[in-house]
């Protein structure tokens, strides 16, 4: 095999995974349809249902971490952070749950 083959071999390689690279996003944008996308219309912009949930998630944490403090129970708890992070990702996922169930 010359110099010159090689060179083409490689060419033709080379256009065929540029093709690929091209068409590997758009098959990764067939999700992007916003008819059954959770989210929700808030003052005429979109948002998704996640970020809801991770406010009300945040929030509930903040609660339940003053709750604790007022009741005496936060002196209790040896791992305070990943107690609280744990409270608001289960308050998330629940008010996912329920609100855009299956």
Do not use: N, Q
């Given at each position: 095999?010359?110099?010159?083959?090689?060179?083409?071999h490689?060419?033709?390689m080379?256009?065929?995974?540029?093709?690929?690279?091209?068409?590997?996003?758009?098959?990764?944008?067939?999700?992007?349809?916003?008819?059954?996308?959770?989210?929700?219309?808030?003052?005429?912009?979109?948002f998704?249902?996640?970020?809801?949930?991770g406010?009300?998630?945040?929030?509930?944490?903040?609660?339940?971490?003053?709750?604790f403090?007022?009741?005496?129970?936060?002196?209790?708890?040896?791992?305070?952070?990943?107690?609280y992070?744990?409270?608001?990702?289960i308050?998330?996922?629940?008010?996912?749950?329920?609100?855009?169930?299956?």
């Amino acid at each position: 095999m010359t110099s010159s083959d090689k060179s083409d071999h490689f060419a033709v390689m080379l256009r065929s995974s540029a093709r690929m690279l091209a068409l590997h996003p758009l098959l990764f944008l067939g999700g992007c349809a916003t008819h059954h996308a959770p989210s929700f219309s808030l003052f005429g912009a979109y948002f998704p249902g996640w970020m809801l949930c991770g406010i009300i998630g945040v929030f509930v944490a903040v609660t339940l971490r003053l709750l604790f403090v007022v009741s005496g129970i936060d002196a209790f708890l040896s791992l305070r952070l990943f107690t609280y992070v744990s409270l608001g990702v289960i308050a998330a996922l629940l008010v996912w749950l329920v609100w855009f169930g299956p």
